[in-house]
C-alpha cells in the first residue's frame, strides 16, 4: 500500500509503507519559450521596474567587471577567413598539362608552390 501526495511544483512524493521506502519523482514544469517581441517586452518592464538607485547600482557593476563589453565595442565578425595583410591577385594562365600534373601530384598548396617557384624564377624575395 503506497500514499502519494502531489506537491505545487510538480513533484510526485510516493512513500511505499511497505517497505517503508519514499520515492520521489520530478516533473518538468511547462515551459513557454517566448518569441523575440516578448523577450524584448519583459526585459524592458524589468528595466522600468527598476528604481534609479538599483539600475546605478547595476551598471557601476556591470562597469567594474572585467569581463564586460560595451555595446559600442561589439562588432559583427564577417565569415571565413580573416584577410591577409599583402593578398594575392587572382590570375588566369594557361599551363602545360605536365606542369600541373607535377605540382599539383605534390598535394594541397600546389598552387603556393608554383608561386614560390615564380618568385624565385623573377628573382623576387620569399614571401614571409
Not at 519583459?42 to 557601476?60: F, H, I, P, R
Not at 598539362?97 to 594541397?108: E, I, K, L, T
Request: proline share 5%; net charge positive.
Amino acid at each position: 500500500m503506497s500514499n502519494q501526495k502531489r506537491d505545487t511544483s510538480g513533484t510526485d512524493i510516493v512513500f511505499n509503507q511497505q517497505t517503508g521506502l519514499v520515492t520521489m519523482v520530478v516533473s518538468p514544469k511547462a515551459y513557454k519559450q517566448k518569441t523575440r517581441e516578448e523577450a524584448i517586452a519583459a526585459a524592458k518592464a524589468y528595466a522600468k521596474s527598476l528604481s534609479v538607485e538599483e539600475d546605478a547600482a547595476l551598471t557601476k557593476a556591470a562597469l567594474d567587471d572585467p569581463d564586460t563589453v560595451l555595446i559600442t565595442e561589439l562588432s559583427r565578425r564577417k565569415p571565413g577567413r580573416p584577410l591577409a595583410d599583402i593578398t594575392k591577385t587572382p590570375v588566369s594562365i594557361r599551363l602545360s598539362p605536365d606542369v600541373v600534373d607535377y605540382f599539383r601530384s605534390s598535394g594541397p598548396g600546389w598552387q603556393s608552390r608554383i608561386d614560390d617557384v615564380l618568385r624565385k624564377a623573377a628573382g623576387l624575395k620569399k614571401r614571409a
